[in-house]
C-alpha cells in the first residue's frame, strides 16, 4: 500500500468515470430503471474518487438529496463523472454527475448530480487525515466555497438533531 502523503492533489486526480449499460434486471415493469441501482453506482463511483484522494479505505458517512431529472430506461448507457469538490481533515465530498445515453444515437440527458461525504480509514479502521486539494481554476474554487458551505450546513444539522435527542 502507498503511504498517504498529505502534499495537496488536484480535483483531477481522484476523477473517476463509471460507465454501465442498463439490463432488464435492474429495472421495474415500465422499463425505468430502480433508483435505488442508480444510488448504488453512484456510491460507487463517489468512493473512489475518494479512494483515489485519499490512498485509504473510504466509508460513505453522508448523501444529500437525490432527485431524478429523467429516468433512465433498459438498454440505456448510464456514465457516472465523480469529482472530489471538497476535503476537510479527514472528510472528503465528492460531487457526482449522472447521465444517461442511447448507445445508439450519442443523444445524452443530465439525470442528477449528488453530493455524498465519505471518511477515510486507516489500517485500523478510525479517521485519517486526508490530503489538501489544490485549486487551480475560478471553477475549482468555487466548487470548493460551494462544498465548504453543505458541509456547515450537513455539521448544523447534525448538531441540531443531537439536541433533539438529547432532549427527549
Known amino acids: 500500500m502507498m503511504p498517504n502523503s498529505l502534499s495537496g492533489k488536484k480535483p483531477q486526480t481522484s476523477k473517476v468515470t463509471l460507465s454501465q449499460i442498463m439490463q432488464p434486471d435492474q429495472a421495474n415493469l415500465h422499463g425505468n ?9 453512484v456510491d460507487e463511483a463517489g468512493g473512489l474518487a475518494c479512494i483515489r484522494h485519499a490512498q485509504h479505505r473510504v466509508v460513505t458517512v453522508a448523501v444529500d438529496q437525490f432527485t431524478f431529472k429523467h429516468p433512465i430506461k433498459i438498454g440505456d448507457l ?14 472528503m465530498e465528492v460531487e457526482v454527475n449522472v447521465f444517461a445515453e442511447n448507445p445508439i444515437t450519442c ?11 465519505y ?15 489544490i ?8 466548487r470548493f466555497e460551494d462544498g465548504k458551505a453543505r ?18
Open 151 to 168: 458541509q456547515a450546513h450537513r455539521l448544523a444539522q447534525a448538531k441540531k438533531g443531537s439536541h433533539r435527542k438529547a432532549e427527549k
Open 33 to 41: 430503471v430502480h433508483g435505488g441501482w442508480i444510488m448504488k453506482l
Open 107 to 117: 443523444q445524452r440527458w443530465h439525470t442528477n448530480t449528488a453530493y455524498l461525504v
Open 78 to 91: 448510464v456514465v457516472f463523472e465523480a469529482e472530489v469538490s471538497y476535503v476537510g481533515h479527514t472528510s
Open 119 to 133: 471518511v477515510a480509514l486507516d489500517e485500523r479502521g478510525k479517521p485519517t487525515r486526508v490530503p489538501p486539494l
Open 135 to 142: 485549486l487551480e481554476t475560478d471553477e475549482e474554487k468555487q
